[in-house]
């Protein structure tokens, strides 16, 4: 049988989750909402990543709103390879979330729209302590995912075989993860999920901030 990791999966279906997400954006108004107030908030300040960018529409949106320092990553390289394509003006490459590629005080925000769902409790603190230590000082943090318990698996996706998790988390458990890799919880907002546009999780949004 196939062995197959969430990146060699990711890859596999990238074509077909760009061609699915790349719009979703059109259909979630607190999220535009919340990344306007990211991108005025870092503006002018540096690079913002949108890290687990996947096909990159996030990235795609910050640039849209004036952010145009703004670079994607993602350990898919399938995915790195159609967010190049969808938007030739952004820089985005492959790289780990666990190990980032990039120095101690690199980027003025992160971005993370559901790409820490992939990592269970000890894997998501080091995805924090990366984030922070690659944050200049007073870089922000905006951090999305899925609230819940559990875990919900794939093996088939879009016809093809995968092997993905996605874990659910419990907003209280995030936050006090992101405090003790350093960060300052600015703001924790909470929505139910909107019908018939995404997969009927309620959705969190985590603003953090790297004070030192
Ligand atoms: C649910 S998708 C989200 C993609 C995109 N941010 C979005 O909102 O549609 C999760 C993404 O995280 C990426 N990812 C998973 N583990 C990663 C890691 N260790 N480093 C970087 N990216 C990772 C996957 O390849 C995938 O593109």
Redesign the pocket.
């Known amino acids: 049988m196939e062995t197959l990791s969430?990146?060699e999966s990711?890859s596999r279906v990238a074509g077909e989750?760009a061609a699915e997400?790349y719009h979703?954006l059109d259909g979630k108004i607190l999220d535009r909402t919340l990344l306007k107030r990211f991108a005025e908030s870092v503006m002018g300040r540096g690079i913002a990543c949108?890290?687990?960018?996947?096909?990159g529409?996030?990235a795609h949106y910050l640039y849209e709103q004036g952010l145009t320092s703004v670079i994607g990553?993602?350990?898919?390289e399938g995915?790195i390879e159609q967010a190049s394509r969808l938007d030739a003006r952004i820089p985005f490459s492959v790289?780990?979330?666990?190990c980032l590629p990039v120095q101690n005080d690199a980027w003025v925000g992160i971005a993370?729209?559901?790409?820490i769902?992939?990592?269970q409790e000890e894997q998501a603190r080091k995805?924090f302590a990366e984030m922070y230590r690659v944050l200049q000082p007073d870089g922000l943090a905006l951090i999305t995912f899925h609230i819940g318990e559990g875990s919900v698996r794939r093996d088939e996706w879009y016809g093809q075989p995968v092997d993905i998790t996605?874990y659910l988390f419990d907003v209280d458990d995030v936050g006090a993860w992101m405090q003790a890799a350093g960060f300052e919880m600015e703001d924790v907002i909470i929505r139910h999920p909107y019908p018939g546009v995404e997969h009927p999780s309620r959705r969190a949004y985590l603003f953090a901030r790297k004070k030192v």
């Open positions: 969430a990146t990711y989750y997400f979703e949108d890290l687990g960018c996947g096909p529409e996030i990553m993602d350990l898919a995915m790289g780990d979330m666990l993370a729209f559901y790409s769902v992939h990592f995805a996605w």
